[in-house]
């Protein structure tokens, strides 16, 4: 049920002018919600860019308006930032988490992430959208796919746009593993708690 999943919240600041500029611009002239969820996804995920070392642990920076007044944020972050602005119109939404497995991993990430492929609690957004609650990972922006070789993930507002299972050669890119469920509000406990993370921290 979509109750309990609208309005503003510590981290969901929606009534700052910052995020409701964002999200108008975003939107543009779109009328209905499934059409107003899919170009706030492909503004959070290519207006701000997807940065895995920025990493921290300050509640400050995972509110919405932070998000956009950085322009760069890791996956929870970003879920977030598309969390709120579908709140801005009244699109119930939520964040999730999910570990899953890099199989394109890099060198320098596996090293922060204590020379592991698996990535815990990434971040996706949840939307209720025609009477039906959908998810999407706003993380990868279009120019980090391309030199990566990665098909970015696209949003149509009816199906999960999850991580992709295979990058645009065809090989195993990315494979959930487990879903821990979806928040009302940013679950920065849950993600504080991790410590694959703190790991990622200290390298």
């Not at 999200?23 to 969820?37: C, I, L, P, V, Y």
């Not at 990972?137 to 120019?143: C, D, G, R, S, Y």
């Amino acid at each position: 049920s979509p109750e309990g999943f609208l309005g503003a919240t510590e981290f969901f600041d929606i009534e700052h002018e910052a995020v409701r500029a964002f999200a108008r611009e975003a939107t543009g002239d779109a009328a209905d919600e499934r059409t107003r969820a899919v170009r706030l996804f492909y503004a959070v995920r290519d207006r701000i860019r997807y940065d895995p070392y920025a990493i921290s642990f300050d509640p400050g920076a995972y509110r919405a308006s932070s998000v956009i007044a950085a322009g760069y944020g890791w996956c929870v972050p970003k879920a977030g930032l598309l969390a709120a602005c579908a709140r801005v119109f009244g699109i119930p939404s939520a964040v999730g988490l999910a570990d899953v497995v890099n199989h394109l991993n890099t060198e320098k990430l596996r090293e922060r992430m204590g020379g592991v492929d698996v990535f815990y609690d990434h971040g996706y957004a949840a939307l209720f959208i025609d009477g039906r609650w959908v998810k999407a990972v706003p993380a990868f922006n279009i120019e980090l796919c391309e030199r990566f070789g990665v098909k970015p993930t696209d949003f149509d507002g009816l199906d999960d746009a999850l991580y992709q299972e295979h990058d645009a050669q065809g090989r195993l890119h990315m494979e959930y593993l487990t879903d821990h469920g979806t928040w009302s509000d940013m679950p920065l406990a849950q993600v504080r708690e991790d410590p694959a993370l703190h790991d990622a921290k200290q390298h």
